[in-house]
């Protein structure tokens, strides 16, 4: 298939990366000045099927599939998708790649073919992350999400269909409800930066690497399961709950979080650091892939 990817940032270039490893041509678009040579350092794949343009119509006319990743900006988007529905095939899926803006809001540019536009919400990287979060807007025909769904799939993706639109999607609100307590736990002087990072990567972010946070719970019931596990400790997470941090990202928080990231990098390469967590990212996928469940 011929796939257009619609801006070349982060994201933008890691699937590109992905959509060549799975054998399909790439014609990427990006207005930037240098957007082409950063793209080309960026994607590890064979770039024999890669082709580029700046004209954003002539990138799209023959696509199969189109990924937008443009700014988190609903004008930008208007621009963009404008141009995508008047120049894409009328069968072409036009999936975003947003991670908060509402598909119906994306939809309100696209007066020829709103009911192919859709959120196809990756996480980064896309080309090593499985999850893609498919989520249809208010005009958006079942055809098209199934046509997502499956285009996902053969990437060797886990997409998801949200059942509604919500700001921010599913996976995103769960990470904000993390850092919200995290931030508050900062903020309530109760554990440095370093120690919050700590308590998640050396404990249950080891699990949820795994299984969600329904199975974990279900279990740790033992063989009463989640129906234990709610009876007995229920009420008291709803204690805690109530007890949970509200906080505002002020100046000072913000200085506070800054300066302990900082001290825990503590002179790290950062380069270094995404090359080591890719490579164990790429290593927990590959031992999940041989099991039954996970």
């Given at each position: ?15 590109a ?19 082409e040579a ?8 064979d770039q ?5 343009t700046?004209d ?20 930008a988007?208007?621009e963009v998708?404008?141009?995508?529905d008047?120049?894409a095939?009328?069968?072409t899926?036009?999936?975003s790649?947003?991670s908060g803006?509402?598909?119906?809001r ?6 020829g073919?709103?009911e ?9 990287p ?7 979060e498919?989520?249809?807007g208010?005009?958006?025909?079942e ?16 997409p998801?269909r949200?059942r ?6 599913v ?33 249950p ?8 946070p329904?199975?974990n ?7 009463g ?12 997470m ?10 505002r990202?002020?100046?000072e ?6 300066r302990?990231?900082a001290?825990e990098l ?10 080591e ?11 999940k892939s041989?099991?039954?469940?996970l």
């Amino acid at each position: 298939m011929r796939v257009a990817v619609v801006g070349t940032g982060v994201i933008g270039a890691s699937w590109a990366t992905l959509f060549l490893e799975y054998g399909h041509e790439v014609v990427a678009t990006d207005p930037a000045p240098g957007a082409e040579a950063r793209l080309r350092a960026a994607v590890t794949a064979d770039q024999t099927r890669l082709s580029f343009t700046k004209d954003l119509a002539r990138a799209v006319a023959d696509a199969g599939f189109v990924q937008e990743n443009g700014p988190e900006q609903p004008e930008a988007k208007d621009e963009v998708f404008a141009v995508l529905d008047a120049a894409a095939p009328p069968a072409t899926v036009l999936a975003s790649s947003s991670s908060g803006l509402l598909p119906s809001r994306i939809q309100h540019a696209c007066a020829g073919h709103p009911e192919r536009v859709l959120v196809g919400h990756p996480f980064n990287p896309p080309h090593l992350i499985p999850l893609v979060e498919v989520v249809p807007g208010e005009r958006t025909d079942e055809a098209a999400v199934e046509k997502a769904m499956a285009f996902y799939r053969g990437l060797g993706r886990r997409p998801i269909r949200l059942r509604r639109e919500l700001p921010g999607h599913v996976a995103n609100r769960l990470q904000a409800a993390l850092w919200r307590e995290a931030y508050s736990l900062v903020e309530r002087g109760a554990a440095s930066v370093a120690d919050i990072d700590t308590a998640i990567a050396h404990g249950p972010g080891l699990r949820w690497a795994l299984l969600g946070p329904f199975l974990n719970q279900h279990l740790s019931g033992g063989a009463g399961g989640i129906a234990h596990v709610l009876e007995h400790l229920g009420p008291p997470m709803e204690e805690w709950w109530a007890d949970l941090g509200a906080p505002r990202l002020t100046p000072e928080l913000a200085r506070e979080i800054t300066r302990g990231v900082a001290e825990e990098l503590a002179g790290t390469a950062e380069a270094a650091l995404v090359a080591e967590r890719d490579a164990l990212l790429a290593l927990l996928l590959d031992a999940k892939s041989r099991t039954d469940h996970l």
